[in-house]
C-alpha cells in the first residue's frame, strides 16, 4: 500500500515562509503528475502547483510566490514564500501515475499575525 506522508505545514506570520514535503512509501512507476493542492473551510479543494509531461502549472493567486519541485522520484516539494492569510488551508500532495492517484493525508498552513 503506497502512502504518501507530507510535513512542514505549521503556523507563519504574514510575508513568512514554508517548505511543504511529501515522500512516497515506495517507488510509484509511471508517474505523470506531482502536485499540492489546498482546501480552506468552506472551499473546494483547488490545484496550488503541478508538474505533469514536464510542465509546471501554478494556480495564479500563488504564481511569483510559490515553487514546486520534485526531480527525486518519491518527493515533491512546495516552497512557499511571502505568505498571505488568504493561503490558510490544508495542504495535500497528489501523485497520479497511469494505474492510479494517491493523496497524502493533508498538512495544516495557517498565516496570521
Known amino acids: 500500500q503506497v502512502q504518501l506522508v507530507e510535513s512542514g505545514g505549521g503556523l507563519v506570520q504574514p510575508g513568512g515562509s514554508l517548505r511543504l514535503s511529501c515522500t512516497a512509501s515506495t517507488i510509484i512507476f509511471g508517474i505523470n503528475e506531482k502536485g499540492w493542492y489546498r482546501q480552506a473551510p468552506g472551499k473546494e479543494r483547488e490545484l496550488v502547483a503541478r508538474l505533469s509531461g514536464g510542465s509546471t502549472n501554478y494556480a495564479d493567486s500563488v504564481k511569483g510566490r510559490f515553487t514546486i519541485s520534485g526531480n527525486n522520484v518519491k518527493s515533491v516539494y512546495l516552497q512557499m514564500n511571502s505568505l498571505k492569510p488568504e493561503d490558510t488551508a490544508v495542504y495535500y500532495c497528489?501523485?497520479?501515475?497511469?494505474?492510479?492517484?494517491?493523496w497524502g493525508q493533508g498538512t495544516q498552513v495557517t498565516v496570521s499575525s
Open positions: 497528489k501523485v497520479a501515475s497511469s494505474y492510479r492517484t494517491y
